[in-house]
């Protein structure tokens, strides 16, 4: 299997050669993995800025303590329980205002690709979006780590469960009482989300993990 075909081994290769001082092959790291890196910082403080200034900070780090990386895991749980911890102590410390669905960046970004020239779909799922992120926010800390790292990152509770340094018995008991907390907090608006035929795959991923029940409209 070459390096094309196998991402991972693609990863240690790049990590080898940027632990023997090559720049270039730490860049390429930083551009593989540095967009999923502030999507998850952003979905865990909530602020642009912030989570623009944690995913360069985390990099850094990265960059600094690389000799200390020993292959034990994959170079992405690396970051990513890096990413993790530095994002949540920056909200903690910050204690940031809860920001409503006006004005969350995750919901404009959100717009951005499902509902771009639609005021009338942007109104709607503003709504659906605002509510959603309302209720994640409203979860202990390693719980809506939790859920992000599996329902919006799409990675497995093992790969989940390697970050977050817990049991993958532990992420599906988070996951269990996440899906009800974030039911609940849609269900306060209604028996039933009514939503546009064309959803992104991420909400729709979402919503079905957490097992609401779904009516869609018509565009």
């Known amino acids: 299997m ?3 075909t196998n991402p991972h081994k693609a990863a240690s290769e790049l990590v080898r050669r940027a632990k023997a001082g090559d720049k270039a092959a730490f860049g390429e790291l930083v551009r593989r993995y540095r967009q999923r890196i502030h999507a998850l910082t952003l979905h865990l403080t909530g602020d642009e800025a912030e989570a623009e200034d944690v995913t360069q900070e985390v990099f850094f780090k990265a960059y600094r303590v690389l000799h200390t990386f020993e292959g034990r895991s994959q170079f992405f749980t690396w970051v990513y329980r890096m990413a993790v911890n530095r994002a949540l102590n920056a909200r903690r410390a910050h204690k940031r205002r809860q920001a409503t669905p006006l004005d969350d960046p995750r919901v404009e970004r959100a717009l951005v690709v499902d509902a771009a020239d639609n005021p009338g779909k942007a109104a ?3 709504q659906t979006y605002g509510r959603l992120l309302a209720g994640l926010d409203t979860l202990p800390a390693a719980m809506r780590a939790t ?5 919006l990152q799409g ?9 977050q340094k817990c049991s993958p018995g532990t992420i599906a008991w988070r996951m269990h009482v996440a899906r009800k907390a974030l039911r609940e907090a849609l269900d306060d608006h209604g ?14 991923e979402l919503l079905q993990e957490r097992e609401v029940p779904l009516a869609y409209g018509m565009n």
Do not use: D, K, W, Y
């Open 2 to 4: 070459n390096m094309v």
């Open 124 to 126: 709607e799922l503003r």
């Open 147 to 151: 859920v992000v790292l599996v329902a």
């Open 155 to 163: 990675l497995s509770h093992g790969e989940a469960a390697l970050i």
């Open 191 to 204: 028996p039933r989300l009514t939503l546009p035929q064309r959803l992104s795959r991420e909400l729709v």
